[in-house]
């Protein structure tokens, strides 16, 4: 065999092994020369340090992390485009809505019509073929639509989630579409319904509340690049950009956090 090497079994050990082994073994060639002690460090300790009775100091309590969609209550229901169905179809629509905008992009643009016909008969088999052709192309309109171009290309992502400290508020979300470049950072939330605000000053305060806090997160992230938000009104479709100044006014405070 070779130098070193022997057979050995487990017979008689505690290991929890059995059958046969081979060891390895190598004479140290060297001798061991051990590291010169600091005599500092063998100085005698008399006693305890003195401050070791000293009480700690009180750790703030962690805060839990809230979704900007609590920080001013409820939001607005969308009116529902489906006729009187209520606000179940409505909100379906919105999620479905919201599934075709995250995955449709990625998709080739001749393949598109044909890809969202089959997620929407996917999620929604019931759906009339008058309605499903409606959606489809209030969607295929969004994509297709220069202005709309910079949003879902390819310096953006769908569905990014958001976390992060504003304050004595930790917010934690999602935002629809984030679009990132050197020069500009986007966040745009989607929203259906056809109740569309008449100017930016009449968005809903608690769609302001949720864009300003996302912004406000992604300020630490990005200092030096600026933060743009706007809302994506699916059904017009309209692409609305809301002005800092009137953001600034709904900046996340810890009362916001605790009444949530």
């Not at 606000?87 to 990625?106: I, K, N, Y």
């Not at 966040?187 to 300003?212: C, H, W």
Request: charged fraction near 25%; include cysteine.
């Amino acid at each position: 065999g070779h130098k070193g090497i022997e057979r050995f079994d487990f017979a008689g050990t505690e290991l929890g092994w059995a059958g046969e082994a081979l060891r390895l073994q190598s004479p140290q060639k060297r001798q061991f020369e051990p590291t010169e002690i600091d005599p500092d460090a063998r100085r005698r300790v008399d006693g305890p340090p003195p401050d070791i009775t000293v009480p700690l100091a009180k750790e703030r309590p962690i805060d839990r992390p809230i979704s900007p969609s609590r920080l001013a209550g409820v939001e607005p229901p969308p009116l529902s485009p489906l006729g009187s169905s209520g606000d179940g179809a409505a909100l379906r629509r919105g999620h479905l809505v919201h599934r075709l905008l995250e995955l449709l992009p990625s998709a080739a643009a001749q393949h598109r019509r044909q890809t969202a016909i089959e997620l929407v008969g996917r999620h929604e088999p019931q759906m009339k073929e008058a309605e499903r052709d409606d959606l489809v192309g209030s969607i295929l309109a969004i994509l297709d639509d220069p202005a709309f171009a910079v949003l879902f290309g390819e310096d953006s992502r769908a569905e990014v989630p958001i976390c992060g400290a504003v304050g004595d508020t930790v917010i934690a979300g999602q935002v629809d579409r984030l679009v990132v470049t050197p020069e500009l950072i986007g966040i745009v939330d989607f929203k259906t319904g056809r109740n569309i605000p008449a100017s930016a000053e009449m968005t809903p305060p608690a769609y302001l509340k949720q864009l300003t806090a996302y912004r406000e997160v992604l300020r630490k992230i990005y200092p030096h690049i600026p933060v743009s938000c706007g809302l994506l009104w699916t059904d017009l479709p309209q692409l609305v950009i809301l002005p800092d100044n009137l953001l600034d006014t709904h900046r996340p405070t810890g009362r916001d956090h605790h009444a949530a």
